[in-house]
C-alpha cells in the first residue's frame, strides 16, 4: 500500500519493513505514527528524488514567527525534536539510505538510526552557523562523538562531506553503490528479524570501503584536531591561521573565511554546544538545544537567525549584518544566557517521551 504522492511522506508496506519515503520536508513528525505497528522488523528511511533531506523549512519558520510570535516557531522545534529522540530510541533498527543531499533537519532524521548507508551521491553539512542558527536537532550528541575534535569542525564551519568521508568518520555505517540500492532494499524487506547483526550482514553484501580522495579534509585530521581543540573560537581561528601561515593548504584558508562569515553568536554557542554534548546522553542534548533555540528564536540578545534567513533564503544577497558583529563583543554570560531556561511564564523544557530500559536494545541503552 503507497500513499499518495500528494502526502509529504510516502509509506509502503513491505512484509516485515515499513518503507518511508520523504516526499517534502516541511512535516517531518508525519513519521512517528508509523513506527510502532507490532508487525514491522525494521524501518527503511529514504528521500525522493536527489535529496534524502536537505533539512527543515527555515523559511517558513520564520515566517511563522513574524506571523504569530517566536511560539510557533517553538512548536515545531519541539515536534521535531520530539520524533528525534523517538529515532534515537526506537527499539527496532531504522536503515536510512542517504542517497543524495543530508542536512540540517535531514541529519536529525537519519543519523540517531542504528544504520546510515551512504552512496556516491551523498553530501552531509550542518551548515547553520551560516543561518545564524546552530547545529540542533541532537548534533550536539552525533557531532560530539565523531573521531578527535571533527565534530567542533563540521559544525561550526558547516563542512560537506561526500559519501566516502561520512562512512570514513563514522557518520555513515555503510557506504553502498546507490546502483545497488533496490537490491539491498529487496533483500531488507525479506527480513523477518529486528536483530541488528542481521540487517547488518545483509546491507555488508552489498557494501563496498572505497578510499577517501586524497585532498579529503577527513586526510587532515592532525590539523583539525590540534585548532578545533582549542577553548574558545577566538583562540581556534588564531591556531588555524598559524596554520596558514606554516602550511599554505588552501582549506585552511578557505576554512578561516568560512569561519569570519559565520554569525559569531552562533559559532560561540556551537562550539559550547558541541562540547557540553561530549558529557550527555542524547535526550539532555535535545532538551539543552530546545532551550537555545528557544532562545535563538525569541531574538533577546541577537537576531541573527532572522538577518541569516533573510540574506541567504528570502533576498539571497548572501550578505547578512550580525549583531553583535564581532566574536569579542559576546561573553561567557550572554553564552550562558543561551543554556538558562527561558523567563517566560507559561514556558516549559522539552518533554520527551518516556523510554522504559527493560525493551530497548543495548545500542539504544548506550545513547541514553
Request: charged share 25%; glycine share 8%; with cysteine.
Given at each position: 500500500?503507497?500513499?499518495?504522492?500528494?502526502?509529504?511522506?510516502?509509506?509502503?508496506?513491505?512484509?516485515?519493513?515499513?518503507?518511508?519515503?520523504?516526499?517534502?520536508?516541511?512535516?517531518?513528525?508525519?513519521?512517528?505514527?508509523?513506527?510502532?505497528?507490532?508487525?514491522?522488523?525494521?524501518?527503511?528511511?529514504?528521500?525522493?528524488?536527489?535529496?534524502?533531506?536537505?533539512?527543515?523549512?527555515?523559511?517558513?519558520?520564520?515566517?511563522?514567527?513574524?506571523?504569530?510570535?517566536?511560539?510557533?516557531?517553538?512548536?515545531?522545534?519541539m515536534k521535531e525534536f520530539t520524533l528525534n529522540y523517538l529515532m534515537a530510541t526506537y527499539s527496532k533498527p531504522q536503515?536510512?539510505?542517504?542517497?543524495?543531499?543530508?542536512?540540517?533537519?535531514?541529519?536529525?532524521?537519519?543519523?540517531?538510526?542504528?544504520?546510515?548507508?551512504?552512496?556516491?551521491?551523498?553530501?552531509?553539512?550542518?551548515?547553520?552557523?551560516?543561518?545564524?542558527?546552530?547545529?540542533?536537532?541532537?548534533?550536539?550528541?552525533?557531532?560530539?562523538?565523531?573521531?578527535?575534535?571533527?565534530?567542533?569542525?563540521?559544525?561550526?564551519?558547516?563542512?560537506?562531506?561526500?559519501?566516502?568521508?561520512?562512512?570514513?568518520?563514522?557518520?555513515?555505517?555503510?557506504?553502498?553503490?546507490?546502483?545497488?540500492?533496490?537490491?539491498?532494499?529487496?533483500?531488507?524487506?525479506?527480513?523477518?528479524?529486528?536483530?541488528?547483526?542481521?540487517?547488518?550482514?545483509?546491507?555488508?553484501?552489498?557494501?563496498?570501503?572505497?578510499?577517501?580522495?586524497?585532498?579529503?579534509?577527513?586526510?587532515?585530521?592532525?590539523?583539525?584536531?590540534?585548532?578545533?581543540?582549542?577553548?574558545?573560537?577566538?583562540?581556534?581561528?588564531?591556531?588555524?591561521?598559524?596554520?596558514?601561515?606554516?602550511?599554505?593548504?588552501?582549506?585552511?584558508?578557505?576554512?578561516?573565511?568560512?569561519?569570519?562569515?559565520?554569525?559569531?553568536?552562533?559559532?560561540?554557542?556551537?562550539?559550547?554546544?558541541?562540547?557540553?554534548?561530549?558529557?550527555?546522553?542524547?535526550?539532555?542534548?535535545?532538551?539543552?538545544?530546545?532551550?537555545?533555540?528557544?532562545?535563538?528564536?525569541?531574538?533577546?540578545?541577537?537576531?541573527?537567525?532572522?538577518?541569516?534567513?533573510?540574506?541567504?533564503?528570502?533576498?539571497?544577497?548572501?550578505?547578512?549584518?550580525?549583531?553583535?558583529?564581532?566574536?569579542?563583543?559576546?561573553?561567557?554570560?550572554?553564552?550562558?544566557?543561551?543554556?538558562?531556561?527561558?523567563?517566560?511564564?507559561?514556558?516549559?523544557?522539552?518533554?520527551?517521551?518516556?523510554?522504559?530500559?527493560?525493551?530497548?536494545?543495548?545500542?539504544?541503552?548506550?545513547?541514553?
Open positions: 500500500m503507497a500513499s499518495s504522492q500528494h502526502e509529504q511522506v510516502l509509506v509502503e508496506e513491505k512484509s516485515f519493513a515499513r518503507i518511508l519515503t520523504l516526499n517534502r520536508t516541511k512535516q517531518l513528525n508525519a513519521l512517528s505514527f508509523q513506527m510502532d505497528d507490532p508487525n514491522v522488523k525494521l524501518i527503511i528511511l529514504k528521500g525522493k528524488g536527489r535529496s534524502f533531506c536537505a533539512g527543515g523549512d527555515v523559511a517558513a519558520v520564520v515566517h511563522d514567527i513574524r506571523a504569530g510570535g517566536w511560539r510557533a516557531g517553538a512548536n515545531f522545534f536503515v536510512s539510505i542517504l542517497n543524495g543531499i543530508v542536512m540540517g533537519g535531514g541529519n536529525g532524521a537519519s543519523m540517531h538510526g542504528r544504520f546510515r548507508v551512504a552512496t556516491e551521491n551523498s553530501l552531509f553539512a550542518m551548515p547553520e552557523t551560516a543561518l545564524g542558527l546552530f547545529p540542533d536537532v541532537g548534533a550536539s550528541y552525533f557531532l560530539s562523538r565523531l573521531p578527535g575534535f571533527f565534530g567542533e569542525y563540521l559544525g561550526l564551519t558547516g563542512a560537506r562531506l561526500d559519501g566516502v568521508e561520512m562512512l570514513a568518520c563514522g557518520l555513515a555505517t555503510h557506504f553502498v553503490p546507490s546502483a545497488k540500492l533496490p537490491m539491498l532494499e529487496a533483500a531488507l524487506c525479506a527480513v523477518d528479524s529486528s536483530d541488528p547483526a542481521i540487517i547488518s550482514s545483509i546491507i555488508g553484501q552489498y557494501s563496498e570501503r572505497p578510499s577517501l580522495k586524497e585532498q579529503s579534509v577527513y586526510n587532515r585530521l592532525d590539523v583539525i584536531d590540534r585548532c578545533f581543540s582549542q577553548k574558545t573560537v577566538e583562540e581556534i581561528l588564531s591556531a588555524l591561521e598559524r596554520e596558514a601561515v606554516d602550511r599554505r593548504e588552501g582549506w585552511i584558508s578557505t576554512t578561516i573565511q568560512t569561519l569570519k562569515k559565520a554569525s559569531p553568536t552562533s559559532l560561540k554557542i556551537s562550539l559550547r554546544s558541541i562540547r557540553v554534548g561530549r558529557l550527555q546522553g542524547v535526550g539532555p542534548c535535545l532538551v539543552r538545544e530546545y532551550r537555545m533555540v528557544c532562545h535563538v528564536m525569541r531574538g533577546e540578545f541577537s537576531k541573527d537567525f532572522f538577518e541569516g534567513c533573510r540574506a541567504i533564503l528570502l533576498d539571497k544577497d548572501k550578505n547578512p549584518k550580525w549583531e553583535p558583529s564581532k566574536l569579542e563583543l559576546i561573553t561567557d554570560t550572554t553564552v550562558d544566557s543561551y543554556f538558562s531556561k527561558v523567563k517566560n511564564e507559561d514556558w516549559e523544557d522539552l518533554k520527551l517521551p518516556a523510554r522504559p530500559k527493560f525493551n530497548l536494545p543495548p545500542y539504544v541503552i548506550a545513547k541514553l
